[in-house]
């Protein structure tokens, strides 16, 4: 589905990405784990076109996409979730649902239909605010709306930024629980968290950025059976030291 | 049948990206904890962050067994200890040991790649196994463990030797899969012969062996008299353990682990890397190990790369069965034998020359070492107590050493073959 090789990408003159190869297969969870200032955004907005890559290669269902510009991306089918939501407030639940249809925007009506009546059956609570302001819907509600609209371009990949940051712990298993639910649905999903204990529980496999570099990569239980992954990300108390 | 046909049916460009990515986690945890390599990189300044090809492996450092033994015990752990939950030893001696460790997610992948050739043999769940390899500090007996074990199979931990027992654990417990070295299969074939027992009335289905060079002919007739399907397997302790390598039904040369290791090919004198498909020594690059990841282990092992796709379906690429040694181990009932090992010896033992030579044969299934020693005229033609003492002493003292009895014999000075002034130190009478 997406394969990354030797990608280097930064800001002016700072390198942010020094060298990432990564590759999501179909119908996988894969997971990017790294502290603050790692790249793991970065990479993400390199994937998605709008940060340019200064090296390497991403290839997405076969074909090279690291010259293309971001709208066009999003036509191949990689969508973004982007970190903090990033609803638009002052639509309605509905219009940020049929917005992020855009790109399927040949579609007939009654498959647009289709497709709200799909994320409002995947999201019940976005049915019941359907008429109201996003911006005035919760937090975790808001997470909720940002997955429905990247949905709704029926991607090939979806890209979660950081899905659980600011949510409360009840609204955060939640969100875990759609995301799991999304791999049933067949969907391939790059997840980017913070929380690596929970994001490892529903991935299938994971990788560890540091300043820039995957240090690790595995299947999600071998990685939390890693203890460097242990002390550096999962808060596993060192005492025996 | 796959054990995990996700990854050994996968399509090699796929593989390749897979290997591309474990490659360079690997270089950058190898840089960062262990600083035998740090050192090497930068001898030969080396940028563990600038690879981006595996085409360019060949600029990476080899690894040999003399860089093992310098670094003993501990030295080229990429883990702290207390990560490490596992510790093997290579058949080698004090001072020339090598200690090779293992993680939790180290021991997982092992047993993993162990089901693989187990299942690709035939072994499954309904069967029955005899695990004859030595159990303790020699990666065989518990690594085929834990495989049998995660392929939910019934595994009989018997260990090696006792062959009597082992035939009648074998038939009691109606043992279907035996797992040993090829030459002990054949010593338990050749009993049950004497003890008169018909194998076709054993459950045996299957035979995983490994451990030591043998040919077809060999594979012919353990399974003319056991009656069973033979399979060979690969690997060794310095890599993981068996496991690294193992034939499939097709029985024409042994899947390699290409997602865990990567191999290659070389020219042991030049050690450039020959043309696909040409013999050379086979080098090993671990790329999931944890605690002991290893850059181009140069194996000494002789072997080709099959690069013909195998019909069983497979995605990983065969080596055909080992050939032979670039150096002068020798590979005795199981144990490696370095003559230098002997030399040593010798050396320290008063009334000896410092010139031997080992013999090796195969009496009946089993190997036979013999050591002729020159020794002094004076020793040789008056004192038969002290020649007595002498071969006494050589004899404890080489199988504290090598862990295995060994024959003495004295000889007269300079009755011993010399060519060009340089003795042959082995001869190896085994027709393998």
């Known amino acids: ?46 994937i998605t076109g709008l940060v340019r890559a200064t090296a390497g290669e991403i ?21 973004l979730v982007p ?48 008429a109201q302001l996003a911006g005035t819907l919760s937090g975790g509600e808001q997470q909720m709306l940002a997955m429905g609209r990247a949905l709704m371009a029926k ?42 204990k929970a994001a490892l529980k529903v991935a299938d496999r994971g990788y560890v950025l540091e300043t820039g570099k995957i240090i690790l990569e595995g299947q999600a239980d071998e990685l939390l059976a890693n203890r460097d992954v242990q002390r550096a990300y999962l808060g596993r108390d060192v005492k025996e030291n | 049948m796959y054990w995990d046909e996700k990854n050994e049916c996968m399509p090699r460009e796929d593989l390749g990206q897979l290997q591309l990515e ?64 596992r510790v093997h030893s290579s058949s080698g001696t004090t001072g020339q040991a090598t200690v090779v460790g293992y993680t939790q997610n180290d021991l997982k992948t092992w047993a993993n790649l162990i089901a693989r050739i187990l299942t690709a043999t035939g072994v499954t769940n309904d069967d029955v196994v005899q695990i004859a390899f030595g159990y303790g500090l020699f990666t065989g007996g518990f690594g085929m463990h834990y495989g049998a074990e995660r392929v939910g199979a019934s595994v009989i931990p018997i260990s090696s030797g006792n062959t009597k027992r082992q035939i ?111 013999i050379g020594e086979l080098v090993i690059t671990t790329l999931t190990k944890e605690a002991f990841p290893v850059i181009r282990y140069r194996t ?6 099959i690069e013909e796709p195998c019909p069983c379906g497979r995605t990983l690429r065969r080596m055909q069965r080992v050939l032979g040694r670039t150096d002068d181990m020798l590979i005795v009932k199981g144990v490696n034998v370095y003559p230098s090992q002997i030399e040593h010896i010798l050396f320290e033992i008063e009334g000896t020359r410092p010139h031997y030579q080992i013999v090796v ?41 090598l862990g295995i009895g060994v024959e003495v014999k004295l000889v007269e000075e300079k009755t011993l073959e010399r060519s060009d002034g340089k003795a042959k130190r082995v001869v190896d009478k085994r027709k393998l």
């Open chain 2, 361 to 401: 044969e195969r009496e009946g299934r089993l190997d036979k070492i013999t050591v002729l020693v020159e020794v002094v005229e004076s020793i040789f033609f008056d004192e038969m107590k002290k020649q007595r003492e002498i071969i006494e002493t050589i004899k404890r003292q080489l199988a504290s050493e």
């Open chain 2, 22 to 85: 474990r490659l360079q986690s690997t270089l950058y945890r190898v840089a960062t904890h262990v600083p035998f390599y740090r050192q090497k990189f930068k001898e030969l300044k080396v940028d563990p962050d600038g690879f981006r090809s595996l085409s360019e492996l060949t600029s990476l450092p080899f690894t040999t067994k003399q860089d093992l033994r310098d670094n003993y015990p501990y030295g080229l752990f990429a883990v702290p200890l207390r990560d490490v939950v």
């Open chain 1, 83 to 130: 970190e903090g939501r990033q609803v638009f407030a002052t639509m309605s639940v509905r219009e940020n649902l049929v917005l992020g249809s855009y790109v399927q925007h040949r579609q007939g009506k009654e498959q647009l239909r289709e497709g709200i009546e799909y994320i409002y059956d995947l999201f019940p609570v976005l049915r019941e605010r359907k």
């Open chain 2, 300 to 305: 000494r092992d002789l072997t080709r790369i």
């Open chain 1, 59 to 79: 290839v997405l269902k076969g074909q090279n996409i690291e010259t293309l510009k971001a709208e066009k991306i999003v036509f191949r089918g990689c969508s």
């Open chain 1, 1 to 46: 589905m997406l394969r990354i090789k030797n990608l280097e990408a930064g800001y002016g003159k700072l390198r942010v990405l020094k060298r990432i190869s990564l590759h999501v297969n179909p119908g996988e969870i894969v997971t990017l784990i790294g502290a603050n200032g790692a790249g793991k955004t970065t990479l993400l907005s390199t």
């Open chain 2, 168 to 278: 009648q654990i074998m038939q009691d417990f109606r043992t279907t899969a035996l797992i040993c070295t090829p030459s002990y299969a054949l010593v338990l074939a050749d009993a049950m012969q004497e003890l008169g027992i018909n194998t076709s009335s054993l459950s045996l289905k299957y035979g995983l062996f490994g451990g030591e060079p043998w040919s077809e002919a060999m594979r012919q007739e353990i399974q003319n008299k056991l009656g069973i399907i033979a399979t060979d397997n690969y690997g060794l302790s310095e890599i993981m353990g068996p496991g690294v390598a193992g034939e499939c039904r097709e029985c024409s040369g042994l899947h390699l682990a290409e997602d865990h290791f990567l191999f290659e090919v070389i020219n042991p004198e030049t050690l450039d890397p020959v043309r696909p498909g040409e």
């Open chain 1, 155 to 196: 991607p090939a990949l979806i890209m979660l930024d950081e899905p659980s940051t600011g949510l409360a712990p009840l609204v955060v298993k939640n969100i875990f629980r759609i995301i799991e639910r999304l791999r049933e649905e067949g969907n391939t999903v790059l997840l980017i968290e913070q929380n690596a």
